[in-house]
């Protein structure tokens, strides 16, 4: 009889945050400057794409989601630099014996622009998940006036993850 568990797994993730005043703009672990000076709202530093990419990680393997391992409501986690509760995903993922084979991500709003800063994102992302620059895609678009991000309501997030068992 083979081995029926599967090798590779695939997990999706998404989140989408409130733009308010008096926040800072971090997505994918870099301060940005939005045109109207406002940051997303939340109980860590609100990094919308390192958020959904923690979630397509957690799917993958069935562990639920960020909320499970850094719920809004315990104080311990206000205000936490999301790249480092990232880390702590990625340990978790090790320890249940899988790699990261790659991760890739859209996203999405109107402002500010994001190209000029992905590569940076994406060195960041890259540290934080433990794998080489090549195995991070991240890139971003605009919503086209529609929706809550077309409206600069708030900017979303979408992301998938590929794991591999060790």
């Given at each position: 009889?083979?081995?029926?568990?599967?090798?590779?797994?695939?997990?999706?993730?998404?989140?989408?945050?409130?733009?308010?005043?008096?926040?800072?703009?971090?997505?994918?672990?870099?301060?940005?400057?939005?045109?109207?000076?406002?940051?997303?709202?939340?109980?860590?530093?609100?990094?919308?794409?390192?958020?959904?990419?923690?979630d397509a990680l957690l799917g993958a393997l069935a562990l639920g989601d960020i909320g499970k391992y850094f719920p809004p409501d315990d104080p311990q986690w206000r205000d936490s630099d999301s790249l480092k509760l990232l880390e702590k995903v990625v340990s978790l993922i090790k320890k249940q014996g899988w790699r990261i084979v790659n991760v890739d991500a859209v996203i999405v709003a109107e402002q500010p622009k994001l190209k000029p800063h992905i590569d940076l994102m994406r060195k960041k992302l890259a540290v934080s998940l433990d794998v080489a620059i090549e195995a991070v895609g991240v890139k971003a678009t605009t919503n086209e006036r529609l929706g809550p991000e077309g409206r600069e309501e708030g900017i979303s997030s979408q992301a998938v993850a590929l794991l591999e068992q060790l």
């Open positions: 009889m083979t081995d029926s568990k599967p090798k590779l797994r695939i997990g999706n993730g998404y989140d989408i945050h409130r733009l308010v005043k008096g926040r800072k703009l971090i997505i994918g672990g870099v301060l940005l400057q939005h045109p109207d000076g406002v940051g997303l709202e939340g109980h860590s530093d609100a990094d919308v794409l390192v958020h959904s990419i923690m």
